[in-house]
């Protein structure tokens, strides 16, 4: 399979999830020993774990969203690294990102299998939306 095969399929990824859409379509995207990691979450397999995640990320937003046309897409074998800016609401009503402590900005990195689905999926990104972890947001601060 081409890159750009593989970099549609990563596309498709967020725009699911930007519909709200986590049918069999969606669940087809990824290999039934997939390989996920999240920070704070660790690593976790198979397509149960994308449901359990799924879940996780629903019980700390209220609406998450991608802003696919600021995607950067970085291709390399069946790899596929996307910079990705995402926007939406915590569950406790706060707007993300807030330009302040929060940015929206992260990077995930798709491995695909023989077949073109997902068999990794690893995210690189805060997952505090909003820039509520108070005490990581005073010592990475870079105003005294």
């Known amino acids: 399979m081409s890159a750009n095969t593989f970099k549609q399929k990563a596309r498709r990824f967020?725009?699911?999830i930007n519909l709200g859409e986590f049918d069999e379509e969606y669940f087809g995207l990824f290999a039934e020993d997939i390989e996920l990691f999240y920070p704070k979450y660790g690593f976790a397999y198979g397509?149960?774990?994308?449901?359990d995640f799924g879940a996780k990320v629903q019980g700390t937003v209220?609406?998450?969203?991608f802003?696919?046309?600021k995607f950067v897409y970085?291709?390399?074998g069946s790899r596929v690294a996307v910079e990705i800016v995402e926007y939406g609401i915590t569950q406790s009503g706060k707007l993300f990102p807030d330009g302040k402590t929060s940015f929206g900005k992260f990077c995930n990195v798709f491995e695909f299998d023989g077949t073109g689905k997902i068999k990794r999926y690893h995210c690189y990104g805060d997952p505090d939306?909003?820039?509520?972890?108070?005490p990581r947001v005073?010592?990475?601060?870079?105003?005294d």
């Not at 209220?62 to 969203?65: C, F, P, T």
């Not at 939306?129 to 108070?134: I, K």
């Open 14 to 16: 967020y725009e699911k």
């Open 67 to 69: 802003d696919l046309d």
């Open 129 to 134: 939306f909003a820039g509520e972890d108070a």
């Open 47 to 51: 397509k149960e774990a994308i449901v």
């Open 74 to 76: 970085t291709c390399e």
């Open 62 to 65: 209220k609406s998450l969203a």
């Open 138 to 143: 005073l010592a990475f601060s870079r105003v």
